[in-house]
């Protein structure tokens, strides 16, 4: 079962983030606890560590902008 790779809330008050770059390619196998990409949000640049580990499967592009909850890719 594929697991989600969604924007995490990082400040009491964020609300969106940018996907700044992916330290990982599509199709890499990743490990949990492994940087997995750059988020930038409120004035902030902070390294998002996988969840799970597997493949990666990257649904969001860098440089854009998307809302706390977006899914950004899967881990299968």
């Not at 992916?22 to 996988?50: C, I, M, R």
């Amino acid at each position: 079962m594929a697991v989600e790779i969604l924007l995490p809330k990082i400040g009491f008050s964020m609300q969106e983030g940018q996907v700044a770059e992916w330290l990982a390619n599509d199709g890499d196998q990743v490990t949990e606890g492994q940087p997995l990409f750059s988020l930038e949000a409120d004035k902030s640049t902070n390294e998002v560590e996988a969840p799970a580990s597997g493949t990666l499967k990257i649904v969001a592009q860098t440089g854009e902008t998307y809302e706390v909850g977006t899914i950004l890719g899967y881990i299968e």
